[in-house]
């Protein structure tokens, strides 16, 4: 299985960029793992939020295969202690799905479309976190759950 992080927009801040990779890097040591970044829509100042979401909808359905497992993070998703999205990650793994998608939506989050598509909701925490943020650390909770499967020292009880 490949594991891929699909966000839209980038990093701006060279540091989370810095932080960001280097999880992304330990990544690649367990698993085939893939960080794709979507631009950003242009102009949509013009645009409402549902028309906003409907465009970011046509972009990241386009880079879905139809065998895929899509897992959104979305802030009504079930949230998971890090042993638990190890367990959660680790049955995952061994589906026959080829591979599995974890997305960040835009500022408005997901469209209906995309909703629908989703095989799963992951909610990192009942705080809201900026978009740069979730994504370190979602690749850095990722990298725990692949060190609590290995049982190596990263993680502690």
Not at 15 to 26: A, I, T
Not at 77 to 97: A, H, L, P, R, W
Not at 119 to 130: A, D, E, P, V, W
């Amino acid at each position: 299985m490949k594991i891929a992080f699909l966000t839209i927009g980038k990093t701006i801040n060279k540091h989370l960029v810095e932080l960001q990779n280097d999880y992304q890097d330990r990544l690649k040591h367990y698993i085939p793992f893939d960080y794709i970044s979507i631009p950003e829509l242009k102009n949509n100042k013009n645009l409402t939020e549902t028309e906003q979401k409907e465009k970011e909808a046509d972009l990241l359905l386009k880079m879905f295969e139809p065998t895929d497992e899509i897992i959104l993070l979305d802030e009504n998703g079930k949230q998971y202690s890090s042993v638990d999205f190890s367990e959660f990650v680790s049955k995952k793994i061994m589906g026959n799905q080829k591979r599995m998608v974890f997305v960040v939506g835009g500022p408005y989050g997901f469209s209906q479309r995309v909703y629908s598509r989703a095989n799963g909701l992951i909610s990192l925490s009942k705080m809201t976190f900026s978009h740069q943020m979730v994504r370190i650390i979602f690749a850095e909770q990722l990298y725990r759950a692949f060190t609590i499967m290995r049982g190596e020292p990263y993680h502690h009880q």
